[in-house]
């Protein structure tokens, strides 16, 4: 069975259980906290940023979301590829899983980290520059 570094809260790891659902592969979650700090150093370890999710599929490490799709679609589960097998399609899917890597889910999470930090360390220019690429992409 596949395992997956991830956290509830995380966009990216969420982008990958989308895919280890649609396709029902089953596999083991192993929850990044502060309750499992092996959990932790194993990620620090195996993905060179340090990001997550990471997959193990036995003496195979898998890093970066769309390419854990990918990897998923090739190896495991039984439904149609998240990724469409023909190529003009799948130009199509990198396109749109790209748009909303960098112009959605990385402004948004900027967001996000500004607001968990101290007052005083947070940046209203943070928000100002990923509110305006949020608006673009959403429209
Ligand atoms: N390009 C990476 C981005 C992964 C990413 O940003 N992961 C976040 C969690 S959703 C993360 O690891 N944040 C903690 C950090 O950057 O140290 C992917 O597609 O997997």
Same mark, same amino acid.
């Given at each position: 069975?596949?395992? !997956?570094?991830? #956290? /509830? ?8 259980? =989308? ?12 929850? +990044?906290?502060?309750? #499992? /700090? %092996? ?5 620090? @370890?195996?993905? /060179?940023?340090? %990001?997550?999710?990471?997959? =193990? ?5 898998? !890093?970066?979301?769309?390419?854990? =799709?990918?990897?998923?679609? +090739? #190896? #495991? ?13 799948? !130009?199509?899917?990198? &396109?749109?899983?790209? =748009? ?9 999470? @900027? ?5 968990? @930090?101290?007052?005083?360390? &947070?940046? /209203? ?8 690429? +949020? ?5």
């Amino acid at each position: 069975m596949v395992k !997956i570094y991830g #956290h /509830p809260f995380a966009a990216f790891y969420w982008k990958v259980l =989308i895919a280890l659902h649609e396709r029902n592969v089953p596999f083991e979650f192993l929850m +990044l906290d502060a309750d #499992h /700090p %092996q959990h932790g150093e194993a990620v620090a @370890r195996l993905s /060179p940023t340090g %990001q997550f999710p990471v997959l =193990i599929d036995a003496d195979h490490v898998v !890093i970066e979301s769309a390419a854990i =799709i990918e990897y998923l679609d +090739l #190896h #495991h589960g039984h439904a149609p590829p998240m990724v469409p097998a023909d190529p003009r399609a799948a !130009i199509e899917a990198r &396109q749109m899983d790209g =748009i909303f890597d960098d112009y959605v889910m990385a402004p948004l999470s @900027r967001m996000v980290f500004n607001a968990l @930090r101290d007052t005083d360390k &947070q940046d /209203p220019h943070t928000i100002t520059v990923a509110q305006g690429t +949020l608006d673009k992409s959403y429209a």
